[in-house]
């Protein structure tokens, strides 16, 4: 939805000082008495998500009665206080919001260095910005009453969350409309903090993309900046990623978006922050252009490309090869074995019915890190590689010819498989590679789950869900999708069940 930065017709300086404007042009009467340069009455547009969450249309989560922490609870009211009543700087009551996001949200033991990991460290520079801002505090209290409800660590549940997170929006809508909000730092990271709430509380992805716009929106105002902020380059590593996947998983890619991944790209380039997930993210915002093409081609039922030998694949082969040479590099440079098969611990409802576990191993990662650099990488790997298969089997699955292919210039189709390329020979191999690929994702989910990761681990497989889903779905694997469909339910030592994350939009 389009929100409009100052509904009022006052001018910016009589606006945020609250007097009377007398509308005077180009500069009021009121700021000129007063020895102020009128900033003028231009407005800007953002777009933020004005739908409140629905109770209704909320997924039905399990409300069971289970054992009450007083602690959270307490920390909780503690905070609903001092967001009513606020006493002392800006930043007190959104340190005390990090703290208790450290026992939940973020990895056991809560890591003293999270500055340091491109993954976690935006969090803390939210909570630590100073100027006021309704819609960012009322953002940390939605985040933090979502996250004792998804964990059952208190007595609040979805719906208290919902409420919450609907306060958060109204207070959002208000603050736009004041001056700068497009400049604004805090209106910045409100949004990022609602729009990882909603990853844990939305069943459907409606406003995480109106939220996704809405940065879009942000950065567009501010693309004059010539020197952001080194605050704005702590957000640069949420932002990419909340771009990146809307992108991924709408498998297109709007211009603006497009444009703004790589304005944050050579930002991220000359910071000592590029890390290889900066590079990983370089690399994948490729993809949703590739997945965009290869959509369009298959939605043409009998036009066969010109050059029908091997360019419905060359970009995608070119791209595969570059998440392999990042991949490669970030294997050398950790040094360490990046994960490991062990037996699973865990148990799937899905298995219920037969006499063996479909997944009886699970991998082990070496850090949680590595785990979402490694489980990032294969879901886009995998989403891919599926965009290939379905390519192939729309050109080439028949075995006739489709009617705009001229026989006259090639050969059987078949020898196509032995052309594509060295990595992948046959089409065959493609398929292979895509099952191998969705079995390791498979096998991830039980690490990134566990209690000691807290809920950002959990988080960390959204999007791999979905496209394993897809997968299973497009090919038919009745087994593996109920599996999948029952993750939210598996339970084991050490396992946090009952987390059910957001899903796209196919």
Same mark, same amino acid.
């Given at each position: 939805?389009?929100?409009?930065?100052?509904?009022?017709?006052?001018?910016?300086? =009589?606006?945020?000082?609250?007097?009377?404007?007398?509308?005077?042009?180009?500069? =009021?009467?009121?700021?000129?008495?007063?020895?102020?340069?009128?900033?003028?009455?231009?407005?800007?547009?953002?777009?933020?998500?004005?739908?409140?969450?629905?109770?209704?249309?909320?997924?039905?989560?399990?409300?069971?009665?289970?054992?009450?922490?007083?602690?959270?609870?307490?920390?909780?009211?503690?905070?609903?206080?001092?967001?009513?009543?606020?006493?002392?700087?800006?930043?007190?009551?959104?340190?005390?919001?990090?703290?208790?996001?450290?026992?939940?949200?973020?990895?056991?033991?809560?890591?003293?260095?999270?500055?340091?990991?491109?993954?976690?460290?935006?969090?803390?520079?939210?909570?630590?910005?100073?100027?006021?801002?309704?819609?960012?505090?009322?953002?940390?209290?939605?985040?933090?009453?979502?996250?004792?409800?998804?964990?059952?660590?208190?007595?609040?549940?979805?719906?208290?969350?919902?409420?919450?997170?609907?306060?958060?929006?109204?207070?959002?809508?208000?603050?736009?409309?004041?001056?700068?909000?497009?400049?604004?730092?805090?209106?910045?990271?409100?949004?990022?903090?609602?729009?990882?709430?909603?990853?844990?509380?939305?069943?459907?992805?409606?406003?995480?993309?109106?939220?996704?716009?809405?940065?879009?929106?942000?950065?567009?105002?501010?693309?004059?900046?010539?020197?952001?902020?080194?605050?704005?380059?702590?957000?640069?590593?949420?932002?990419?990623?909340?771009?990146?996947?809307?992108?991924?998983?709408?498998?297109?890619?709007?211009?603006?978006?497009?444009?703004?991944?790589?304005?944050?790209?050579?930002?991220?380039?000359?910071?000592?922050?590029?890390?290889?997930?900066?590079?990983?993210?370089?690399?994948?915002?490729?993809?949703?252009?590739?997945?965009?093409?290869?959509?369009?081609?298959?939605?043409?039922?009998?036009?066969?490309?010109?050059?029908?030998?091997?360019?419905?694949?060359?970009?995608?082969?070119?791209?595969?090869?570059?998440?392999?040479?990042?991949?490669?590099?970030?294997?050398?440079?950790?040094?360490?074995?990046?994960?490991?098969?062990?037996?699973?611990?865990?148990?799937?409802?899905?298995?219920?019915?037969?006499?063996?576990?479909?997944?009886?191993?699970?991998?082990?990662?070496?850090?949680?890190?590595?785990?979402?650099?490694?489980?990032?990488?294969?879901?886009?790997?995998?989403?891919?590689?599926?965009?290939?298969?379905?390519?192939?089997?729309?050109?080439?699955?028949?075995?006739?010819?489709?009617?705009?292919?001229?026989?006259?210039?090639?050969?059987?189709?078949?020898?196509?498989?032995?052309?594509?390329?060295?990595?992948?020979?046959?089409?065959?191999?493609?398929?292979?590679?895509?099952?191998?690929?969705?079995?390791?994702?498979?096998?991830?989910?039980?690490?990134?789950?566990?209690?000691?990761?807290?809920?950002?681990?959990?988080?960390?497989?959204?999007?791999?869900?979905?496209?394993?889903?897809?997968?299973?779905?497009?090919?038919?694997?009745?087994?593996?999708?109920?599996?999948?469909?029952?993750?939210?339910?598996?339970?084991?030592?050490?396992?946090?069940?009952?987390?059910?994350?957001?899903?796209?939009?196919?």
């Amino acid at each position: 939805m389009v929100g409009e930065v100052g509904k009022s017709r006052a001018c910016h300086d =009589c606006k945020r000082r609250k007097v009377k404007c007398d509308y005077r042009k180009p500069m =009021c009467l009121r700021c000129e008495k007063a020895e102020i340069d009128c900033k003028g009455y231009q407005r800007d547009t953002i777009f933020v998500n004005r739908t409140p969450g629905n109770l209704s249309t909320v997924l039905n989560r399990n409300r069971t009665s289970t054992h009450v922490s007083r602690g959270f609870d307490e920390d909780l009211q503690a905070l609903k206080s001092q967001i009513r009543k606020p006493e002392g700087p800006q930043t007190q009551f959104r340190l005390q919001a990090l703290e208790l996001l450290k026992k939940l949200y973020l990895p056991q033991p809560s890591l003293a260095s999270i500055r340091e990991s491109s993954l976690y460290s935006w969090l803390p520079t939210v909570c630590e910005l100073e100027g006021e801002s309704h819609a960012l505090d009322y953002s940390l209290l939605t985040f933090c009453v979502v996250q004792i409800a998804v964990t059952k660590t208190g007595s609040v549940c979805i719906d208290e969350a919902l409420q919450v997170y609907n306060d958060a929006l109204q207070k959002l809508l208000v603050e736009i409309e004041d001056f700068g909000a497009g400049q604004s730092n805090e209106i910045l990271a409100a949004i990022s903090v609602l729009s990882t709430s909603e990853l844990f509380v939305c069943s459907t992805d409606h406003a995480w993309r109106a939220h996704a716009q809405g940065i879009s929106e942000i950065l567009r105002i501010r693309s004059g900046l010539n020197s952001p902020t080194p605050i704005c380059r702590s957000f640069c590593t949420r932002i990419r990623v909340l771009l990146l996947i809307e992108a991924l998983s709408n498998r297109r890619t709007r211009s603006m978006m497009t444009y703004h991944c790589h304005q944050l790209s050579q930002l991220m380039s000359m910071s000592s922050e590029h890390d290889s997930f900066h590079e990983l993210i370089d690399v994948a915002c490729e993809v949703p252009a590739l997945l965009e093409e290869s959509d369009i081609l298959t939605a043409s039922r009998n036009i066969m490309p010109e050059q029908w030998n091997t360019s419905p694949f060359k970009a995608s082969f070119a791209v595969l090869e570059k998440l392999h040479d990042r991949h490669q590099k970030y294997r050398a440079k950790t040094g360490t074995l990046l994960y490991w098969a062990m037996p699973s611990g865990v148990d799937n409802p899905a298995d219920d019915p037969y006499n063996n576990k479909l997944f009886p191993f699970a991998l082990q990662f070496e850090s949680l890190e590595t785990a979402g650099q490694v489980v990032l990488w294969w879901a886009i790997v995998l989403q891919v590689l599926c965009s290939m298969i379905d390519l192939y089997q729309h050109f080439f699955g028949s075995s006739a010819p489709s009617s705009a292919f001229d026989q006259s210039k090639s050969e059987d189709l078949r020898g196509l498989e032995s052309r594509l390329n060295s990595r992948f020979p046959t089409m065959s191999s493609v398929k292979d590679e895509a099952h191998k690929l969705a079995r390791y994702l498979c096998q991830s989910i039980e690490y990134c789950h566990k209690i000691e990761n807290g809920t950002f681990g959990p988080q960390m497989t959204t999007y791999a869900q979905w496209v394993l889903k897809s997968y299973f779905r497009q090919f038919q694997y009745e087994r593996e999708l109920v599996w999948c469909l029952n993750i939210k339910n598996m339970r084991g030592p050490g396992f946090r069940h009952g987390i059910e994350l957001m899903g796209f939009q196919d």
